[in-house]
T-cell receptor, first 113, second 115 residues
């Protein structure tokens, strides 16, 4: 079964610093990967997704992620953190046999002023 | 921008009671989903629904759970006899297609507390 692992349940960065949230996947076939963000008291919002069209994917709010097959990774980055980026971030993979999404445990991003 | 809505935002119930969680998916979407997140745990899939039928369900989705699309706009999740371990945030999602890189759009969730 496909799965994703997010390293680091909590990440803290200073405002203006690089954001790096890690996601590794386990899949025997090319995966469809997603990053969602959850702001307090809100639902899950899609940040970006990997569709195999390009290995570097740009998303909303200045985030991007790079698909690296050799490392089975899809890490999320943002060059300069903003206070409004504080949220929980989820990496997910679509199950190869159906439509369900399989989520990682989530990473809570804290941005310090 | 169209969005998925869910009601209520919070629900408190007694163990053994029935609860119905309501969702209004995005209007032109055909595929509907329920996920849940127990506090401190991963978001996990419960069920998917298409063409008035369950298309996929997880092991969690046992006989105490049911889903329904009672009219053209609502999608509901019923828990017949709630247990303490059903306490969780329940997310509804919808998509216009299935498979591949299709995006599932999520609602804000219903936080269910079973006492």
């Amino acid at each position: 079964a496909q799965s994703v692992t997010q390293l680091g349940s909590h990440v803290s960065v200073s405002e203006g610093a690089l954001v790096l949230l890690r996601c590794n996947y386990s899949s025997s076939v090319p995966p469809y990967l997603f990053w969602y963000v959850q702001y307090p008291n809100q639902g899950l919002q899609l940040l970006l997704k990997y569709t195999s069209a390009a290995t570097l994917v740009k998303g909303i709010n200045g985030f991007e992620a790079e698909f690296k097959k050799s490392e089975t990774s899809f890490h999320l980055t943002k060059p300069s953190a903003h206070m409004s980026d504080a949220a929980e971030y989820f990496c997910a993979v679509r199950d190869q046999y159906g439509n369900k999404l399989v989520f990682g445990a989530g990473t809570i991003l804290r941005v310090k002023s | 921008e169209p969005e998925v809505t869910q009601t209520p935002s919070h629900q408190v119930t007694q163990m053994g009671q029935e609860v119905i969680l309501r969702c209004v998916p995005i209007s032109n979407h055909l595929y509907f989903y329920w996920y849940r997140q127990i506090l401190g745990q991963k978001v996990e899939f419960l069920v998917s629904f298409y063409n008035n039928e369950i298309s996929e369900k997880s092991e969690i989705f046992d006989d105490q759970f049911s889903v329904e699309r009672p009219d053209g706009s609502n999608f509901t999740l019923k828990i017949r006899s709630t247990k303490l371990e059903d306490s969780a945030m329940y997310f509804c999602a919808s998509s216009d297609q299935a498979g591949g890189p299709v995006t599932q759009y999520f609602g804000p969730g219903t936080r269910l507390l079973v006492l």
